[in-house]
């Protein structure tokens, strides 16, 4: 018969195998998420097909630190169409702020770069979403979706804030951080750069509590 530290040893690599295969972990304590093997565009997918980007990144005055994307039709012919997943990722926030946002998914993702060999991460925002169709601490697949394109309660023109940032402790505090491209990445550049990874079947370790659990709406 086994031992009993036998027994403990054989149970304690059982659970560790066990945690190890857990999806996702409560957003604060990391999580282990597979490394994207490309990014693809979050509407239109893969490539943003009957979209186009009606306004690009600015990092001077007036800033816009990311890209908006409409539909081809016009006005508010998009509210209600499909916002997807870029890159196999972790969701580390899925709220309706209102103020000039309104509902916003942020997905956390995790490549390796190949220029040097790092893994590296990044997040992709998704804001004044129609619907969320994700919850906090999932993970999701690329071309999964994840909402649909909004207007903010009519506040504008229905059309997809796209945003991705190189800095993970950003969240909904775009002011806590410098204007550079050491923050902040072009949306566009960045996908069509990583288009295609190389697949790797081992999750890696993905930091999840960078930014305030958010709290309801106080004025973000």
């Known amino acids: 018969m086994m031992g009993l530290g036998k027994r403990l040893v054989w149970l304690g690599v059982v659970v560790a195998i066990l945690l190890a295969s857990l999806p996702s972990l409560a957003v604060g304590q990391g999580a282990r998420v597979n490394l994207a093997d490309g990014f693809d565009f979050p509407v239109g997918k893969p490539d943003g097909a009957g979209y186009y980007k009606a306004r690009g990144l600015r990092l001077r005055s007036p800033q816009h630190f990311g890209e908006d994307w409409n539909g081809r039709g016009g006005g ?3 509210l209600g169409d499909p916002v997807y997943n870029i890159a196999d990722g972790i969701v580390t926030w899925a709220y309706d702020v209102r103020v000039g946002w309104g509902n916003v998914v942020i997905v956390r993702h995790a490549y390796r770069d190949p220029a040097s060999g790092q893994v590296k991460y990044c997040d992709a925002l998704h804001g004044h979403l129609d619907k969320i169709m994700v919850r906090v601490g999932q993970q999701v697949k690329r071309g ?3 909402g649909t394109i909004g207007s903010n309660r009519g506040m504008y023109a229905a059309h997809l804030h796209f945003e991705i940032r190189h800095n993970i402790n950003i969240g909904m505090r775009r002011s806590s951080v410098p204007a550079d491209l050491v923050n902040w990445a072009d949306p566009t550049q960045f996908i069509n750069k990583y288009r295609r990874l190389n697949r790797e079947w081992r999750p890696v370790p993905v930091p999840t509590g960078t930014y305030p659990e958010y ?6």
């Open 144 to 146: 999964q979706q994840i």
């Open 215 to 220: 709290q309801g709406f106080k004025g973000l």
């Open 76 to 78: 508010d012919t998009d």
